[in-house]
């Protein structure tokens, strides 16, 4: 079992930035990996993805640049650096972890993940 643990989220203020961190046990850089957030009374949806080697990356287009996902594979932690934040922003944020063979695919549905982390809440006020 991979043990995924997010950190980074809290609260701040519209147009400010927060990092969130993402670490995950086990063979990291076999890990594709990804963001997904689910606000209250809203489904999880997908927020970014990065392949696992790091070189391809994806974004929902609500976020596209704005946000930034980022991997170290030497420290078994990936990133969201999250600028210019909105209150529709706001959610929890969930890690996710798949051991797959490709270093270039990018996953970008729920299903194709089977580990996932607690969540960290983001809260964006105005």
């Known amino acids: 079992q991979v043990q995924v643990v997010e950190s980074g989220g809290g609260l701040v203020q519209a147009g400010g930035s927060l990092r969130l961190s993402c670490a995950a046990s086990?063979?990291?850089?076999?890990?594709?990996m990804g963001w997904f957030r689910q606000a209250p009374g809203k489904e999880r949806e997908f927020v970014s993805a990065i392949s696992r080697s790091g070189d391809n990356t994806y974004y929902t287009d609500s976020v596209k640049g704005r946000f930034t996902i980022s991997r170290d594979n030497a420290k078994n932690t990936m990133f969201l650096h999250m600028n210019s934040l909105k209150p529709e922003d706001t959610a929890v944020y969930y890690c996710?972890?798949?051991?797959?063979?490709?270093?270039?695919?990018?996953?970008?549905?729920?299903?194709?993940?089977?580990?996932w982390g607690q969540g960290t809440q983001v809260t964006v006020f105005s």
């Open positions: 996710a972890v798949v051991d797959f063979s490709s270093l270039v695919v990018l996953l970008f549905r729920p299903y194709e993940y089977d580990n």
């Open positions: 086990g063979p990291f850089g076999n890990y594709a």
